[in-house]
T-cell receptor
Framework: KAGVTQTPRYLIKTRGQQVTLSCSPISGHRSVSWYQQTPGQGLQFLFEYFSETQRNKGNFPGRFSGRQFSNSRSEMNVSTLELGDSALYLC??????????????FGPGTRLTVL | TQLLEQSPQFLSIQEGENLTVYCNSSSVFSSLQWYRQEPGEGPVLLVTVVTGGEVKKLKRLTFQFGDARKDSSLHITAAQPGDTGLYLCAGGPMDSNYQLIWGAGTKLIIKP
C-alpha cells in the first residue's frame, strides 16, 4: 500500500496570509490526525477526523481548522498566519477508530515557514 | 490529564555503547508505542506493546512494557550511527475514543 502523502512538502508564507495543507491517508484508513511539531513544544495534537467528522480537538485557536472528505483525504487550514505558526505539520492515518493499539502512520510532513 | 514523561530528553554517546530511554506515567495505557523520527520526516512506528510485562525485540532494540502498563523502556545494545534520531513514545488511552498521549521525545545522537 502507498503511504501517507502530504502536499506541499515546503511552504513559505507571510504574516496575515492563510494556508491550506493536504493529506491523503493510507488506503482503507478512515482516521486522520494532524499534529504541529516545533523544536520547543514537541508534537502537539491539532485534531482528528473520522468518517468526515471531527472527533477530537487539541488546544489550538480557532485559526486552525480542518475537514475530511468522503474519500478520507483531509485538509487543514490556518488563517491569519503568525510567526509562531512556523512548524512541521504532520498528518497521520489510522486503520480505524476504536482500535486498541492506536497505531498511527505518519506522512513526511509539510514544513511551513511564516515570514 | 494524562501525561507521559520521557527521559532523557537528549543523549549523545559513542558508537558501540548501550543506552536506555524511559517513558513513565501515573496513568494506565491500553498500549504503548515507540516511534523514531529522522530530521525532516514524519515519525515511523517501531513497535507496539499491549500486554503488561511484554518484551519485544527489534534487532538491537529491546522494548518493554511495565507490568502495570504505566511505563515503558527502550534499550539499544551496541548503538550505531544509524540509530540517531528522535525517539517518541505514545500511550494509547484506555478509552479508545481519545487520542494518543505523546512523550516529549528523546533526541539521540550516536557518534562514530
Amino acid at each position: 500500500k502507498a503511504g501517507v502523502t502530504q502536499t506541499p512538502r515546503y511552504l513559505i508564507k507571510t504574516r496575515g496570509q492563510q494556508v491550506t495543507l493536504s493529506c491523503s491517508p493510507i488506503s482503507g484508513h478512515r482516521s486522520v490526525s494532524w499534529y504541529q511539531q516545533t523544536p520547543g513544544q514537541g508534537l502537539q495534537f491539532l485534531f482528528e477526523y473520522f468518517s468526515e467528522t471531527q472527533r477530537n480537538k487539541g488546544n489550538f485557536p480557532g485559526r486552525f481548522s480542518g475537514r475530511q472528505f468522503s474519500n478520507s483525504r483531509s485538509e487543514m487550514n490556518v488563517s491569519t498566519l503568525e510567526l509562531g505558526d512556523s512548524a512541521l505539520y504532520l498528518c497521520a492515518s489510522s486503520e480505524r477508530s476504536g482500535t486498541t493499539s492506536h497505531e498511527q502512520f505518519f506522512g513526511p510532513g509539510t514544513r511551513l515557514t511564516v515570514l | 490529564t494524562q501525561l507521559l514523561e520521557q527521559s532523557p530528553q537528549f543523549l549523545s554517546i559513542q558508537e558501540g555503547e548501550n543506552l536506555t530511554v524511559y517513558c513513565n506515567s501515573s496513568s494506565v495505557f491500553s498500549s504503548l508505542q515507540w516511534y523514531r523520527q529522522e530530521p525532516g520526516e514524519g515519525p515511523v512506528l517501531l513497535v507496539t506493546v499491549v500486554t503488561g510485562g511484554e518484551v519485544k525485540k527489534l534487532k538491537r532494540l529491546t522494548f518493554q512494557f511495565g507490568d502495570a502498563r504505566k511505563d515503558s523502556s527502550l534499550h539499544i545494545t551496541a548503538a550505531q550511527p544509524g540509530d540517531t534520531g528522535l525517539y517518541l513514545c505514545a500511550g494509547g488511552p484506555m478509552d479508545s475514543n481519545y487520542q494518543l498521549i505523546w512523550g516529549a521525545g528523546t533526541k539521540l545522537i550516536i557518534k562514530p
